[in-house]
């Protein structure tokens, strides 16, 4: 999985996602945050699809923790 590093300006409030967040996201994007998470995506996205990229990122977060108790042993 790639991470991007984001800083948001803190005066500002505005923030730089890099290119490749970009042509994923489009140039209208909706925004759903919880308290410690915010997910963006396409505004014109079927919400089965973001469910389903959803889904592939919290497995992929799921191995990640999985590699790290591993590593830890």
Known sequence: MVEFEI???EKQGTAYFPKEIRE???TEVKAVP??????FYPKNMPI???MRSLSIIKD???HCIDLEKKAKK
């Open 7 to 9: 800083r948001i300006h």
């Open 24 to 26: 994923v996201l489009g």
């Open 34 to 39: 919880n308290r410690t998470v915010v997910l």
């Open 48 to 50: 089965k699809d973001v």
């Open 60 to 62: 992929d977060l799921q």
